[in-house]
């Protein structure tokens, strides 16, 4: 499965944005979905994700402010963001795996796009 990420850009602090992620290649139905940052000087964290039953799980410094959801009629998957904060400023990675129970981990994640920057300020 391909992966493209659109839709960032910056934002204001307490601002919206919503990222969307389109697959080709292979239905995201057969794949639990996540949504990953890269945080300058931090490591890769998981903020979202869609396992493969459909259970939404979202991190702790997201918790209420993200919303992951995805379109299987159109392959897509997206990721709203609410209430955005100088700390949530990264570049935003879609990215799929056909199975795995730790949907926060990075290195789980075989598929990635080639991400969108999302700078809050």
């Known amino acids: 499965v391909q992966l493209v990420e659109s839709g960032g850009g910056s934002v204001q602090v307490g601002g919206s944005l919503t990222v969307s992620c389109v697959a080709s290649g292979d239905t995201i139905g057969r794949y639990c979905m996540g949504w990953l940052r890269q945080i300058p000087d931090r490591e890769r964290e998981g903020v979202a994700g869609i396992d493969n039953d459909g259970e939404l799980s979202y991190h702790d410094s997201v918790k209420g402010r993200y919303t992951i959801s995805k379109d299987n009629a159109k392959n897509t998957v997206y990721l709203q963001m609410n209430s955005l904060e100088p700390e949530d400023t990264g570049m935003y990675y879609c990215?799929?795996?056909?199975?795995?129970?730790?949907?926060?981990?990075?290195?789980?994640?075989?598929?990635w796009g080639q991400g969108t920057q999302v700078t809050v300020s």
């Open positions: 990215t799929a795996t056909f199975y795995t129970t730790r949907v926060f981990q990075w290195d789980e994640y075989t598929y």
